[in-house]
């Protein structure tokens, strides 16, 4: 398995723009998570889905973040309108079942907003 | 919700020596403890985790420690060599709710 596939690596965009990053989990994997990672605040967590099912989303900062799962194999996380501050690197991260089995990471997405 | 904190936030020691990192948790209910290690640029990866149903894992040079009464966990590495030179991070689950991370231990080997 190539583990999980995050897309696009690097994004760099002007704020107000739509921002849309893409996972692909680990085949088989029911639980899947997004991170968000910065020097002030770390890994949080911004929402947790399984079996396809938003189950915490309290992580999400604000309605301009918004996160699906409409099958098992995708999942994708939407920035509109983006802003500097959203500046962060997000992972994607899988886990067979549930939230107290390993998690596995995908590379991240580097998002600059300028 | 659980809280996770986590110390210290960075650490340089002398290659060859031990190096120790402190975690202390919030949620009585949590039993699922693990440590991610994240090198430069590069995604969080797991290296060990514990249950709360034991108080020791060991795997080679590395060992973690869980105390359930005084909510605390503790990351070992013995006999450090550069490479062991990362960012490392707890993280506390009751297995029903997410990983929650701390915030990050900058550990630097010095050859």
């Known amino acids: 398995d190539a583990g999980v596939i995050q897309s696009p690596r690097h994004e760099v965009t002007e704020m107000g723009q739509e921002v849309t990053l893409r996972c692909k989990p680990i085949?088989?994997?029911?639980?899947l998570f997004w991170y968000r990672q910065t020097m002030m605040r770390g890994l949080e967590l911004l929402i947790y889905?399984?079996?396809?099912?938003?189950?915490?989303d309290s992580g999400m900062p604000e309605d301009r973040f918004s996160a699906k799962m409409p099958n098992a194999s995708f999942s994708t996380l939407k920035i509109q309108p983006s802003e500097p501050r959203d500046s962060a690197v997000y992972f994607c991260?899988?886990?067979?079942?549930?939230?107290?089995?390993?998690?596995?990471f995908g590379q991240g997405t580097r998002l600059t907003v300028v | 919700g659980e809280n996770v904190e986590q110390h210290p936030s960075t650490l340089s020691v002398q290659e060859g020596d031990s190096a120790v990192i402190k975690c202390t948790y919030s949620?009585?209910?949590?039993?699922?403890f693990p440590w991610y290690k994240q090198e430069l640029g590069k995604r969080p990866q797991l290296i060990i985790d514990?249950?709360?149903?034991?108080g020791e894992k060991k795997d080679q040079r590395i060992a973690v420690t869980l105390n359930k009464t005084a909510k605390h966990f503790s990351l070992h590495i013995t006999e450090t060599q550069p490479e062991d030179s990362a960012v490392y991070f707890c993280?506390?689950?009751?297995?029903?709710?997410?990983?929650?991370f701390g915030k990050g231990t900058r550990l630097s080997v010095i050859a």
């Open positions: 991260a899988s886990s067979l079942s549930g939230a107290d089995t390993e998690a596995f």
């Open positions: 085949s088989g994997h029911n639980s």
């Open positions: 889905f399984n079996n396809n099912v938003p189950i915490d």
């Open positions: 949620d009585s209910a949590s039993n699922y």
């Open positions: 514990i249950r709360s149903n034991v």
């Open positions: 993280a506390a689950s009751e297995g029903n709710t997410p990983l929650v």
